[in-house]
């Protein structure tokens, strides 16, 4: 599979590939952001610490080579903002995406401004004919997203890809876009 660009742009918004080197940025983003992401993510816990975060740096930088996800760190205005990332994770010819944004930077477009710029990267390449969005169906700011985008609400599911983060309803929204 081709590969995304190293960096994209969408209005005040850059996404650049998370770096090994990123691990002590990471972790602060991630511990500033836990109330905020912890309904949500079950990955976000308090013992997120920096050898949590190298490994993700790490296997940021695997996934990239193997071409199974391609992770961005968000900048919004050139303020680390959030995360973003395109997932081989689902069927042949799709990527999901997935993002959380920082607290400080909720309410202003930037998980929008990310998605828009991964859907039109994920769309340039070769083999690839749609893009997904994913959220708990609680989760209505990541609603948001995918409707300003105009994605297209494709099922409503029963899903447990991750382990349940409190907020959970254990049902997923499914929303699509096509090249």
Request: glycine letters at 8%; hydrophobic letters at 40%.
């Amino acid at each position: 599979m081709d590969r995304p660009p190293n960096h994209l742009t969408s209005g005040t918004v850059d996404l650049r590939r998370w770096r090994a080197a990123d691990a002590e940025l990471c972790l602060r983003l991630v511990t500033e952001s836990l109330d905020h992401l912890r309904p949500w993510m079950p990955w976000a816990t308090s013992d997120y610490d920096l050898a949590v975060a190298q490994d993700f740096v790490q296997r940021c930088e695997a996934d990239w080579a193997e071409g199974t996800a391609f992770n961005y760190l968000i900048l919004s205005g050139g303020e680390p903002a959030g995360a973003a990332g395109l997932h081989a994770r689902i069927d042949p010819g799709g990527l999901e995406i997935g993002y959380w944004v920082h607290p400080a930077h909720t309410g202003q477009g930037v998980a929008t401004a990310a998605a828009s710029a991964l859907t039109e990267a994920a769309l340039t390449l070769p083999g690839v004919d749609h893009v997904e969005i994913h959220h708990d169906q609680r989760n209505l700011a990541s609603e948001r997203v995918p409707v300003k985008l105009g994605y297209t609400h494709v099922e409503t599911r029963p899903e447990r890809r991750f382990g349940p983060a409190p907020a959970d309803s254990g049902i997923s929204k499914v929303w699509r876009i096509t090249r």
